[in-house]
C-alpha cells in the first residue's frame, strides 16, 4: 500500500479539530455549571442575610416558625430549579458530544472502509479471507456503537423521567406545606 502524505496530514488534521470540538463543548459546559454554581452561590447569601434580618425581628416563638416555614417553600423551588437546570446542561453537552460522536465515527468508519478496500485491491491472492475478517471486525463495531447509542438514549430518556417525578413530587409536597 502506498504511503499517501496528503491523507497522513488531513486525518491528523481532522483529529486535532475533533478534539478541539469535544474541548470547546466540555469547556462550554464547566462554564455553564460555574455560572449556575455562582448564581446559586449568590442567591443563597442573600437569602440568608434576609432570613436573618427576619429572624432578628420576631417577637415570639410563632414568628419564628412562621418565617422559618415561609423560608423554606423558596428554598425548596430554588433547589429544583437548579437541578432542573444541572440536568439542562447535562443533556445538552451529552447531545453536543453525541453529534461530534457520531460526525467523527461516520468520518471513521469512511476512512477505515476506503482504506480496506485500497487495501484489499493491491493485496496478494489467498488474503480474501483476513480481510473478510477485518470487514466483520467493522460490521461488529458498527453494531456495538448502534447499541451503545440506543443504551445512552434510554438512559437519557430514563433520567428524563426521573428528574420529572422528582420535581412532581416536590411541587405537591411543597403545595401540601403552604
Known amino acids: 500500500m502506498n504511503f499517501n502524505a496528503e491523507q497522513f496530514t488531513a486525518a491528523n488534521k481532522a483529529t486535532v479539530d475533533s478534539l ?24 443563597a447569601i442573600e437569602d440568608s442575610a434576609s432570613g ?3 429572624l432578628l425581628h420576631a417577637k415570639d416563638v410563632n414568628d419564628v416558625v412562621s418565617i422559618q416555614a415561609a423560608l423554606t417553600q423558596p428554598a425548596i423551588e430554588k433547589a429544583l ?6 440536568y439542562e446542561v447535562a443533556a445538552r453537552s451529552q447531545e453536543e458530544m453525541s453529534k461530534l460522536l457520531e460526525a467523527q465515527f461516520g468520518s471513521f468508519q469512511k476512512s477505515a472502509e476506503k482504506m480496506l478496500e485500497q487495501a484489499n485491491k493491491s493485496a496478494p491472492k489467498g488474503s480474501e479471507s483476513a480481510f473478510a475478517a477485518i470487514q466483520s471486525a467493522i460490521t461488529a463495531a458498527n453494531a456495538a456503537y448502534g447499541n451503545m447509542n440506543v443504551v445512552a438514549k434510554q438512559f437519557a ?8 417525578t ?5 411541587a405537591a409536597t411543597t403545595k401540601r406545606a403552604r
Open 157 to 164: 430518556d430514563a433520567a428524563q423521567g426521573n428528574l420529572a
Open 81 to 86: 430549579d437548579y437541578t432542573r437546570s444541572i
Open 52 to 54: 436573618a434580618k427576619a
Open 20 to 43: 478541539l470540538a469535544v474541548s470547546n463543548t466540555a469547556l462550554a459546559s464547566a462554564e455553564r455549571i460555574l455560572a449556575l454554581n455562582m448564581d446559586i452561590a449568590r442567591s
Open 166 to 170: 422528582a420535581t412532581k413530587a416536590a
